[in-house]
């Protein structure tokens, strides 16, 4: 049976990211890190380090058959999952990530909360590049309001389906993938 590899993200133990791909390449599993560089200051000096911008987190590249021996790797707490099963990440986003860390040094990573009467951009679904105003936030759903043909039309959608328009960029495509917002742009 062909089984096709995707990309994955396990959960690992805290500050273990760096054993973690250590073991899985002596497992000849394919896996990334994404590090980022560091200024880190002591009384006597200032280093450069690399740290992982997403603390926590390794991905791997890798079909079913070997995710027992994945997950049986020291360091390992979980694959990341989404309706019961792994979360398969794109390669894209994959790329995108790593072509970013490449472009940019001394990236941050923040999380977004969405809150009423937010502007936003639909990502993701139907109702793509579509841009509205949030007038209702729950668990995982915002619902947004479009303006369209007059009329004002209200859909709810998933959060990780739209983006924050921050005002100087009301007008602009962004040019890296929504996933992430990185300081700076």
């Given at each position: 049976?062909?089984?096709?590899?995707?990309?994955?993200?396990?959960?690992?133990?805290?500050?273990?990211?760096?054993?973690?791909?250590?073991?899985?390449?002596?497992?000849?599993?394919?896996?990334?890190?994404?590090?980022?560089?560091?200024?880190?200051?002591?009384?006597?000096?200032?280093?450069?380090?690399?740290?992982?911008?997403?603390?926590?987190?390794?991905?791997?590249?890798?079909?079913?058959p070997e995710?027992?021996?994945?997950?049986?790797?020291?360091?390992?707490?979980?694959?990341?999952?989404?309706?019961?099963?792994?979360?398969?990440?794109?390669?894209?986003?994959?790329?995108?990530?790593?072509?970013?860390?490449?472009?940019?040094?001394?990236?941050?990573?923040?999380?977004?909360?969405?809150?009423?009467?937010?502007?936003?951009?639909?990502?993701?679904?139907?109702?793509?590049?579509?841009?509205?105003?949030?007038?209702?936030?729950q668990y995982?759903?915002?619902?947004?309001?479009?303006?369209?043909?007059?009329?004002?039309?209200?859909?709810?959608?998933?959060?990780?389906?739209?983006?924050?328009?921050?005002?100087?960029?009301?007008?602009?495509?962004?040019?890296?993938?929504?996933?992430?917002?990185?300081?700076?742009?």
């Amino acid at each position: 049976m062909n089984y096709e590899k995707h990309w994955l993200a396990v959960y690992t133990r805290p500050r273990w990211e760096k054993k973690v791909i250590k073991l899985l390449s002596n497992k000849h599993v394919e896996n990334y890190c994404p590090l980022n560089r560091v200024v880190r200051k002591w009384a006597d000096r200032k280093k450069v380090v690399l740290e992982p911008l997403i603390t926590s987190y390794v991905f791997v590249h890798a079909s079913e058959p070997e995710y027992v021996g994945i997950k049986e790797t020291d360091g390992i707490l979980n694959f990341v999952h989404w309706l019961g099963k792994p979360a398969i990440i794109k390669n894209s986003e994959i790329e995108t990530l790593q072509k970013f860390l490449l472009d940019h040094t001394t990236v941050s990573l923040e999380k977004i909360e969405v809150n009423v009467n937010d502007e936003v951009k639909i990502i993701q679904g139907p109702l793509l590049a579509q841009e509205g105003k949030v007038v209702e936030v729950q668990y995982n759903y915002v619902k947004v309001m479009l303006p369209s043909l007059g009329y004002s039309l209200s859909a709810q959608v998933h959060k990780s389906h739209i983006e924050k328009v921050p005002l100087r960029e009301q007008y602009e495509d962004r040019r890296y993938a929504p996933l992430f917002q990185f300081a700076g742009e």
